[in-house]
């Protein structure tokens, strides 16, 4: 019998191996979170996001002005320690204003999220895996909606409904969960004929528990990515209503409400204009660099 040259086997060191480990038990979001800080635009995005929330919720709680306070004496002030936006037409701190739009747009935001999250994800789930005549007659009626553009029937509904803030949501609820649906639906196509779906089949799983704990947590990587572009979306489309007097009604602050009354004095106080539209160029921008991040971070072609 030949012997075995010891030579040619050489133990590898110690810290190499403690890397290997770590590799090996690196879970897919611990994975996802590391490629995210990675990325610096998408990590400034998520600061930017973040430091919002908590100044929309925080910030006006300090201040001694509220949203609706009017002081005739203090009209179209510019920018100073007492007023760090400036007033508007009215003597109203402009800085409380965009707080309050802020928190208007975030929940414009997260009404969003939540109807493409629970309306979306469960049409497209169901039309996905159940196939045949039934996905024809779900995705015909998606192709007949969404063949109106959003923003179009959002308005006439809001024409209808007259503005307000329970309108905006009701007229969001009708068609943001549409791109939603037909992304979900793709995602369960390409997934349920894999091997995993056809061994759970296999074995007697329920068509519940196949699409609810199989195929539908799969996908939800593109879920949250589309989450999360939908939100500045839905953002500017309240900005839009608002600012052409079918959003929120005065003297409720508002994004685009404080844009449409700056417009009236852009030449004479322009930074009435200025603060609120930086605002939601801000908003938007932080958001799209998140959801392009989340996109490459959760996409399955990028893991290394």
Not at 77 to 94: A, K, V
Not at 252 to 261: D, F, N, P, R, T
């Amino acid at each position: 019998m030949k012997m075995i040259n010891k030579d040619l086997f050489v133990p590898l060191e110690r810290e190499i191996l403690q890397v290997q480990k770590k590799e090996e038990t690196l879970g897919y979001w611990q994975d996802a979170w590391i490629r995210l800080k990675k990325n610096k635009m998408a990590l400034l995005g998520l600061i930017i996001i973040v430091c919002l929330i908590v100044v929309a919720i925080f910030g006006p709680i300090f201040s001694s002005h509220t949203y609706d306070e009017q002081n005739l004496m203090m009209t179209n002030s510019s920018p100073s320690w007492e007023h760090w936006f400036g007033t508007d037409n009215l003597g109203r701190d402009i800085f409380i204003r965009v707080l309050y739009g802020a928190r208007i747009s975030l929940a414009i935001g997260i009404v969003a999220s939540l109807l493409n999250l629970f309306i979306g994800v469960i049409y497209g789930g169901i039309a996905g895996f159940c196939g045949g005549k039934i996905d024809r007659i779900m995705m015909n009626i998606v192709d007949i909606l969404y063949s109106v553009p959003t923003l179009l029937y959002v308005i006439l509904l809001m024409v209808i409904l007259k503005p307000g803030l329970i309108n905006i949501f009701i007229a969001l609820g009708i068609g943001y969960w549409l791109q939603m649906a037909r992304i979900v639906r793709g995602q369960i196509l390409s997934m349920k004929e894999q091997e995993f779906i056809l061994a759970a089949k296999t074995i007697g799983v329920s068509k519940k528990r196949i699409l609810f704990r199989h195929l539908l947590p799969n996908a939800m990587g593109a879920i949250i990515v589309t989450m999360t572009l939908a939100i500045p979306d839905a953002i500017f489309t309240e900005a839009f209503l608002s600012f052409i007097g079918l959003g929120v009604s005065a003297p409720m602050a508002s994004w685009g409400v404080l844009a449409s009354e700056g417009v009236n004095n852009l030449r004479a106080y322009p930074f009435q204009l200025f603060f609120p539209a930086v605002a939601i160029s801000v908003t938007m921008l932080a958001f799209n660099f998140l959801g392009d991040g989340l996109r490459d971070v959760l996409d399955p072609k990028m893991r290394r």
